[in-house]
């Protein structure tokens, strides 16, 4: 601060700011893309797996899209400490309804883990990060079926879960 | 309190032991200790401050040593913290495989192990802090880290695959989303400061991890067993 001839007061206020607009980012991106979410799992009516997977995809789509802020909030965490950890909550609890209305369609959903939505959708977000640790943010359509499976797997079984999450993907075009 | 120096009696075993006293001790021993120390105090200080607001300052004061000395056994803040992240990771490695190593099956391995990670955090906050909470926020080289120690579990967990029929056929990322899961259910209890909870979790992470193997009536049964046991 004493070569760059800035007061304390200065430099503290443009160092929070750093901060806040940072957040601001990545909380206009996380708003955004439960707002694509919504209205492609609402566009027409679906059954719940259905909902999940484009649910899931649109998810993975908006962080390839978004691949720079995504990127920053690796790069970035160090700035913003505990703030990174409560919007990861807040992504994880907006998944958490959608998942649990599964439990309607399984004869014994009721006997399933309280936390087990948690614990998916902490799955299908550690997926996405890691590919972002790693800077490999173009995977994240590969690893696609497979972290769907592992969900709808959780509500429906081995078997129908492979089926769906595999008709999903092959009526997706091809990543670029 | 938290910028306190230390007492022997504050370096948790897990990060070495601390040597009785400094009389006719070599200049080794002073050298261990005096790491122990920094490696003790990295994990207060982080439980207290964050990584970010940790500083050099502060670690050497709780730990009783000098600048001068912190520089001897780290080049950087981050070096310090990758070695109490390695040495608590070796620690609790070594806890998981000795309650596994007694158990007649895979099944059976997989709880006890849980069952000692789980109880080890518990008693231990500031090091389950330390290990779980803070790296992915702290610098892109120990989130790097970090993923390497959680994804060294996955051939433990891909045992799984051979108790049952083409186990071949599971997703080959299978493994990877059950680590996520279960650092997901684990660091919320630590990131909400509640750790004595974290024991509790145990038949929800048994079923959870068991469930792509053995199926959801095997998993469900055996985790109810891991709550009554």
Redesign the interface.
């Known amino acids: 601060m004493k070569r760059a001839h800035v007061s304390y007061k200065t430099f503290y206020k443009h160092f929070s700011n750093k901060e806040e607009c940072f957040i601001a980012l990545f909380d206009r991106a996380l708003a955004r893309t439960e707002e694509r979410v919504r209205e492609e799992v609402e566009a027409s009516p679906r059954p719940w797996a259905e909902q999940v997977a484009v649910a899931l995809r649109t998810v993975f789509e908006m962080i390839v899209e978004g691949r720079l802020v995504a990127r920053a909030v ?2 970035e ?6 703030a ?2 409560e919007r990861y ?1 807040a992504a ?1 609890e907006a998944l958490v309804p959608l998942f649990a209305a599964g439990r309607e369609l399984n004869p ?1 959903g009721h ?6 939505e ?10 996405a ?2 590919r972002l ?2 800077g490999e943010v173009e995977r994240l359509p590969e ?1 696609l ?3 769907t ?2 969900v709808l ?2 509500y429906l ?2 078997e129908e879960a492979r089926r769906i999450a595999r008709d999903q993907s092959a009526r997706q075009p091809a990543a670029a | 309190m938290a910028d306190e120096p230390l007492t022997r009696a504050d370096v948790p075993a897990q990060l070495g032991p601390l040597p009785g006293g400094h009389h006719g001790l070599s200049r080794e021993q002073i050298l261990e200790s005096q790491r122990e120390r920094l490696l003790a105090a990295m994990a207060r200080e982080v439980a207290v401050h964050g990584y970010r607001a940790t500083t050099i300052t502060g670690l050497v004061k709780v730990a009783a040593v000098s600048t001068r000395d912190f520089y001897e056994h780290f080049e950087s803040k981050e070096e310090c913290f990758l070695a109490a992240f390695e040495a608590i990771r070796d620690y609790v490695e070594g806890l998981v495989v000795e309650a596994a190593v007694e158990q007649p099956d895979w099944a059976r391995e997989v709880i006890a192990a849980v069952r000692a990670a789980l109880a080890f955090f518990a008693a231990e906050p500031d090091i389950a802090r330390l290990c779980l909470v803070e790296p992915v926020s702290a610098t892109p080289r120990i989130a790097v880290r970090f993923r390497e120690a959680v994804l060294a579990c996955i051939p433990a967990l891909s045992r799984g695959r051979g108790e049952m029929e083409d186990g071949d056929l599971l997703p080959s990322s299978t493994e990877d989303s059950l680590i996520g899961g279960i650092v997901s259910l684990v660091t919320r209890s630590i990131a909400a400061d509640e750790t004595e909870t974290l024991p509790a979790l145990l038949p929800d992470l048994v079923d959870f991890i068991l469930t792509p193997y053995l199926g959801t009536e095997t998993a469900a049964r055996i985790a109810a067993q891991a709550a009554a046991g």
């Open positions: 690796v790069v965490a160090p700035t913003v400490g505990p990174m950890r909550e994880i014994r006997e399933l883990p309280a936390t087990i948690h614990t998916l959708a902490g799955s299908v977000f550690w997926s990060y890691q640790v790693v690893i079926p497979e972290v499976e592992l797997r959780t079984g081995q």
